[in-house]
């Protein structure tokens, strides 16, 4: 999954995030928050494998985790489509509102855009596409450690539940798979058991009274004259 986790801050104020997957960097995003200026800006900081992307305006910072392969231009697409939801919906709310104020209503937005730019990189138009080449062009590429100070340095880590979504559908598709051949196999053990075991009862009965049962056949009654 390209973008994994977003969130929507003032300053250190967290006020609404979304993550598809578990791992540390909320913790590492509240380290970088601290270090955020409040002054407008965009800038991505490139932290391992992954890049955070942020955009400030009015204050408000709308920050995205997403892999360091991941096309540039995508993040900050999706957090410019997340500005305009917030503002649209909030307003000016979020320069007083408290700390996740608004994650019940608005985690369920971060979500549903994550999804459909992780899905549809390539929707928008020619127009938007220049405009935000042009941007990110202008946007300053750093390594996190040059904001994070001396013992705040972080092992990123990541568990992809799309990754353990696919993992455990071919688990489960194997193991379904392995109960069918072993319920066979039990199937035709029990049926040769049940031959075996009538053959067994069937041979001591012969020995007993011969092949053809005649040896335990009701003789009839004798008639006596009086």
């Not at 997957?21 to 955020?36: C, E, H, Q």
């Not at 932290?47 to 992307?53: A, E, G, I, P, S």
């Amino acid at each position: 999954m390209p973008i994994v986790y977003a969130l929507i801050a003032r300053g250190k104020t967290v006020l609404a995030e979304y993550t598809a997957s578990s791992g540390n960097f909320p913790t590492v995003t509240r380290v970088l928050l601290a270090k955020i200026p409040v002054d407008d800006s965009k800038m991505s900081y490139v932290y391992d494998k992954h890049v955070f992307h942020y955009v400030v305006k009015d204050g408000i910072t709308y920050l995205c985790m997403a892999d360091n392969d991941f096309k540039r231009r995508v993040p900050f697409q999706f957090l410019d489509d997340l500005k305009a939801r917030f503002l649209t919906t909030y307003g000016d709310r979020g320069r007083t509102a408290i700390a996740f104020a608004m994650n019940a209503e608005f985690q369920h937005v971060i979500q549903r855009q994550m999804d459909y730019f992780n899905a549809n990189p390539d929707v928008d138009t020619v127009v938007q596409v220049q405009q935000t080449l042009d941007d990110v062009k202008d946007t300053m590429v750093e390594n996190i450690e040059k904001v994070l100070g001396r013992g705040e340095k972080f092992e990123l880590l990541v568990d992809r539940t799309d990754q353990l979504s696919q993992q455990s559908f071919v688990f489960n598709r194997k193991s379904r798979k392995l109960r069918k051949v072993m319920w066979w196999r039990s199937m035709k053990m029990w049926v040769c058991l049940g031959c075996l075991g009538l053959l067994v009862i069937y041979l001591v009965i012969s020995m007993a009274c011969g092949f053809d049962f005649s040896s335990c056949k009701a003789t009839p009654p004798k008639i006596q004259d009086v």
